[in-house]
Antibody
Framework: EVQLVESGGGLVQPGGSLRLSCSAS????????MHWVRQAPGKGLEYVSA????????YYADSVKGRFTISRDNSKNTLYLQMSSLRAEDTAVYYC??????????WGQGTLVTVSS | QAVVTQEPSLTVSPGGTVTLTCGSSTGAVTSGHYPYWFQQKPGQAPRTLIY???NKHSWTPARFSGSLLGGKAALTLSGAQPEDEAEYYC???????????FGGGTKLTVL
């Protein structure tokens, strides 16, 4: 059974940093691209970042480019999102998602990040 | 960046049929956009219903089907059930480095 468990969310002040983790199990983690998708309160889904199976290729939405860094440790079956210079508009539930072909497959339950003073 | 459009809201009667659509600002949606459909119920994470236009996951109820219709991707629900009341999002893939673009979502009410 595929499982994706996010952690690391919480309350952080504007300008602060946070690192999200996603622990994966039930599939061969190193064979799949992985993604972070976020959802602000009451809003739709927004692509944040993606990383290829071997970590050699990454993508960032313009809204987070230069502030967020995606990485993965295939030996630990774990995906990360390092977030810095956080802004109020980064407040959202962040979902870890397994890639499938040109899209998305299994979703984690999400972790809430709140940026507020 | 392309804009993906969906109906903001739709209503269907229990047992009825409804079609949700997903359009692209760049022109007709084709199989080359690899349309995906996701269902999100209140307080829950999204789950993938349809991938690559019309393929279903093992958990996708048979009453859901995906297709291309009139230059758009379409999600048809035949025989709506109260538990189908949810937000539905589509995702289209475009050439280049970015993974894809989400539509704004359709809030489906079963009433």
């Amino acid at each position: 059974e595929v499982q994706l468990v996010e952690s690391g969310g919480g309350l952080v002040q504007p300008g602060g940093s946070l690192r999200l983790s996603c622990s994966a199990s039930g599939f061969t983690f190193s064979s799949y691209a992985m993604h972070w998708v976020r959802q602000a309160p009451g809003k739709g889904l927004e692509y944040v970042s993606a990383i290829s199976s071997n970590g050699g290729s990454t993508y960032y939405a313009d809204s987070v480019k230069g502030r967020f860094t995606i990485s993965r440790d295939n030996s630990k079956n774990t995906l990360y999102l390092q977030m810095s210079s956080l802004r109020a508009e980064d407040t959202a539930v962040y979902y870890c998602v397994k890639g499938r072909g040109r899209g998305l497959d299994y979703w984690g339950q999400g972790t809430l990040v709140t940026v507020s003073s | 960046q392309a804009v993906v459009t969906q109906e903001p809201s739709l209503t269907v009667s229990p047992g009825g049929t409804v079609t949700l659509t997903c359009g692209s600002s760049t022109g007709a949606v084709t199989s080359g956009h690899y349309p995906y459909w996701f269902q999100q119920k209140p307080g829950q994470a999204p789950r993938t219903l349809i991938y690559d236009t019309s393929n279903k996951h093992s958990w996708t109820p048979a009453r859901f089907s995906g297709s291309l219709l009139g230059g758009k991707a379409a999600l048809t629900l035949s025989g709506a059930q109260p538990e189908d009341e949810a937000e539905y999002y589509c995702l289209l893939s475009y050439s280049g480095a970015r993974p894809g673009v989400f539509g704004g979502g359709t809030k489906l009410t079963v009433l």
